[in-house]
């Protein structure tokens, strides 16, 4: 999708669609709007929408009007909703070209930035495979903005992080037979040469010889070889000495192993990669965007399958920091190849550490779909992504941490066990990692009940939603000492 900006009014942009805002409770007369208004077909309700054609005085075809809700209730987020609602409803008719209109109370770049991520997420779909996909799609999106408006930054901030977002998308729509543990290192590769990072692949012998025992314990039942990606950032000039450490589960199929899932819903589980895909999808955009600070990502991917060669419940593996596990539930395999990812971030020297993890059922239970889980083992840093998370419209909850918790984890035969039973699945999951992640400031964000999208919404199709690229990138962003 081309993006620009026009700066005119609405009226003189030629687009196959315009797009104006209708508040509710604020009479706009523009476009017959208040004929609708009183004629009680539009309300203004958020994301109500009557289409227009030819009216007089207007270039364009078409008019979309827009429910924007209540003024003092529109934000960010509520524009990146509408921008998505707006492109997803006028592609469906075939449109190719519109224009959205911001209006004076709202050409700042946080509303320029998110109309442009809505519309470029709303123009994601994840039908690629079906033969007989209609095809349509939305060729160009301006947004328009007040004379002398300097937006220009905001706009392009907005494309990269969004796209940034639509590709890791489409990597965690790709099935596990199109994307095994190889072909996600490869398209790392292919992205680091096209953006300009470094690019290293771990491969199995290299694992073993950093006896990351935890990790390969998970990938030795599937004929997929497993790969270690690192991604490496670094800024022309380094703001501080932080040096960011991005860490993602790369699962591309969790069949749960020999503690196998009920076949029932398995095939969502080639979205157990959406964690690294994540991480691939910011470093895309870190790169783009080029903050002061050091950032690597680390991306373990695996197939977890119930082979002749699979580890069993009862099996005790070590990880590369030396800590015995007793694998309780082979089921439970993203934190033991998250484990050893957070223990080689760190001797990769990480100040901090940020890893996201489609990791637990219960995170579902505890926050439904809507709130990312994050958990911490500092407060400066829970504090930073939480504000990260909010600026970039992610929702995302705090959820304790506590040293009790870790009793849960407790193995008569080995340091800790990889579950720790039936209550509070997400934060022992949780502790579980943080026993790797040490005193180094660590955040963890559970996705598993956010990183996919069961139905579509106005703005969204279903499937992968991306999240939390723009958590991420924001964070990169915003790093002060
Ligand atoms: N990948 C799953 C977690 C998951 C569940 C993601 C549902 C998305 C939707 C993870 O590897 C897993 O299987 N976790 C188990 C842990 C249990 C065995 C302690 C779970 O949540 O049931
Ligand atoms: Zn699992
Ligand atoms: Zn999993």
């Known amino acids: 999708m081309r993006i620009s900006i026009e700066r005119k009014p609405l009226e003189q942009v030629a687009a196959d669609a315009v797009v104006a805002l209708v508040f509710e409770g604020r009479r706009e007369e523009r476009f017959g709007a208040g004929d609708l208004l009183d004629a009680g077909e539009m309300a203004g309700k958020p994301l109500e929408m009557t289409l227009l054609h030819h009216l007089s005085g207007v270039l364009s075809q078409r008019v979309l009007l827009v429910g924007a809700g209540k003024p003092e209730k529109f934000d960010p987020a509520e524009m990146r909703k509408l921008a998505g609602a707006a492109v997803r409803r006028l592609k469906s008719i075939g449109v190719k070209s519109i224009a959205l209109e911001l209006g004076p109370d709202h050409a700042s770049g946080d509303f320029a930035g998110a109309a442009v991520e ?25 947004v328009v903005v007040p004379e002398g408006a300097n937006l220009d930054d ?59 025992g935890a990790l390969l314990g998970v990938a030795q039942g599937s004929a997929e070889l497993p790969v270690l990606i690192v991604l490496r950032y670094r800024p022309s000039e380094a703001a501080s000495s932080a040096h960011l450490g991005l860490v993602g589960k790369g699962v591309t199929f969790d069949s749960g192993g020999i503690s196998i899932k009920p076949s029932d819903g398995m095939e969502k589980m080639k979205y157990d990669m959406a964690g690294g895909a994540a991480m691939l999808g910011a470093m ?39 800590k015995t596990i007793e694998v309780i539930n082979t089921d439970a395999e993203g934190r033991l190849i998250l484990a050893d990812a957070l ?26 779909h809507l709130n990312v889980g994050l958990f911490a083992n500092d407060d400066a840093m829970r504090d930073r992504v939480l504000q990260a998370a909010r600026a970039s419209g992610e929702r995302t909850w705090p959820m304790p941490l506590e040293d009790d918790y870790k009793e849960y984890l407790k ?58 690229v723009r958590t991420l990138v924001r964070l990169a962003e915003d790093w002060k000492e």
């Open 118 to 142: 809505g519309a470029i997420l709303g123009g994601f779909e994840p039908d690629r495979y079906k033969t007989d996909n209609d095809k349509k799609s939305v060729d160009s999106f301006a």
């Open 154 to 212: 905001a706009v392009e901030r907005g494309r990269v992080v969004a796209e940034a977002q639509n590709y890791a998308r489409g990597l965690v729509n790709e099935p596990a037979n199109r994307l095994t543990p190889s072909l996600v290192a490869d398209a790392a590769r292919a992205m680091a040469a096209e953006c300009g990072l470094e690019c290293e692949v771990l491969d199995r012998g290299q694992m073993e010889e950093l006896k990351m």
């Open 284 to 322: 895309r955009a870190i790169a783009q965007i080029r903050p002061a600070l050091q950032v690597t990502a680390f991306i373990p991917c695996v197939e977890n399958m119930p082979g002749g060669r699979a580890q069993r419940p009862g099996d005790i593996v070590a990880a590369m920091s030396g």
């Open 343 to 368: 223990v080689y971030a760190r001797k990769q020297g990480c100040t901090h550490l940020v890893d996201t993890a489609t990791l637990t059922g219960a995170i579902v239970v505890a926050l439904g």
């Open 411 to 468: 193995s008569a035969f080995a340091d800790l066990a990889n579950v720790g039973g039936r209550w509070g699945g997400a934060i022992t999951a949780a502790w579980f990692l943080k026993e790797f992640a040490e005193e180094t400031p660590w955040v963890h964000l559970d996705i598993a009940g956010t990183a996919w999208l069961d139905e579509s919404k106005p703005y969204l199709a279903k499937g992968p939603t991306g999240i939390p």
